[in-house]
C-alpha cells in the first residue's frame, strides 16, 4: 500500500473498517474517558489521511494506525496531566461510570472496613494500578494484553526494539504485581 492508496475513499474505508475498534479499544484502555478515545480516534483518521504521504511503503498500515493513535494519546494525558494537577474537582479514574472527584475521597466518616470492601473489586483494582504505570509500559501491558501483540509489533508501534517492549513488560509485571500483592490480591508465594 502506498500514500496515494490511503487517499482513496475505498481504501481508507476498508482502514477504517478494519481497525477502528482495535484502535478505540488501545485509546479507551489508555485514557479511561469514552469521549476522549471517541475523540482520539477520529483524529487519527485524519491525521492518516491529511498525512498520508508520511507512511513509509512496505510497512504495515495497522501498525502505522497504531502509533498515530498512541502518540495522541500520550499527547491528551500530557495535556490532562498538565490541566489537572492541583484541581481537588479533577475526576478520579476508578474505572467505573460514576464520576467521583479527589474532594469526595478525602475523610467522609465511611467506616474503614466498609472502605476496604469497596476496594476489593479486583478488576477495578488491576485496572488502576495498570493506569498508573509509566506511559511507555502502560502501552506495552495495554498492546500485548488487550490487543495480542507481538513484542515486534509492540516495537514497531512505540519505536522500540522488540527485546526492550519484552523489557518494558517485564518491568510492568514486576511493578503490578508488587502493588497487588501489598493491595492483598496477589499469591504471596508467586
Known amino acids: 500500500m502506498t ?16 481497525h477502528s475498534k482495535g484502535l478505540f479499544n488501545l485509546a479507551y484502555r489508555l485514557l479511561s474517558d469514552r469521549q476522549w478515545a471517541e475523540d482520539v480516534l477520529q ?42 494537577m492541583a484541581s ?4 478520579v479514574p476508578n474505572g467505573d461510570e460514576s464520576a467521583t472527584t479527589w474532594s469526595t475521597t478525602l475523610e467522609s466518616g465511611v ?13 477495578t483494582t488491576v485496572r488502576r494500578f495498570v493506569d498508573e504505570l509509566p506511559e511507555r509500559e502502560k502501552a506495552v501491558v495495554v498492546l500485548h494484553q488487550y490487543h495480542d501483540m507481538t513484542f515486534q509489533e509492540i516495537g514497531d508501534v512505540l519505536g522500540l526494539t522488540a527485546r526492550t517492549a519484552q523489557n518494558c513488560l517485564r518491568r ?10 501489598d493491595a492483598g490480591l496477589a499469591p504471596a508465594n508467586a
Open 3 to 18: 500514500a496515494t492508496n490511503l487517499r482513496d475513499p475505498e481504501v481508507f474505508r476498508k482502514a477504517y473498517e478494519a
Open 43 to 84: 483524529e487519527t483518521y485524519v491525521r492518516a489521511y491529511t498525512r498520508a504521504e508520511t507512511f513509509k511503503e512496505g510497512g504495515k498500515v495497522s501498525t502505522w494506525l497504531y502509533r498515530i493513535c498512541m502518540n495522541l494519546c500520550y499527547d491528551h494525558l500530557r495535556a490532562r496531566r498538565y490541566r489537572q
Open 88 to 91: 481537588l474537582d479533577a475526576v
Open 111 to 123: 467506616p474503614e472496613a466498609a472502605r476496604v470492601a469497596e476496594n476489593r473489586d479486583a478488576a
Open 172 to 181: 510492568a509485571k514486576e511493578k503490578l504485581y508488587f502493588k497487588l500483592k
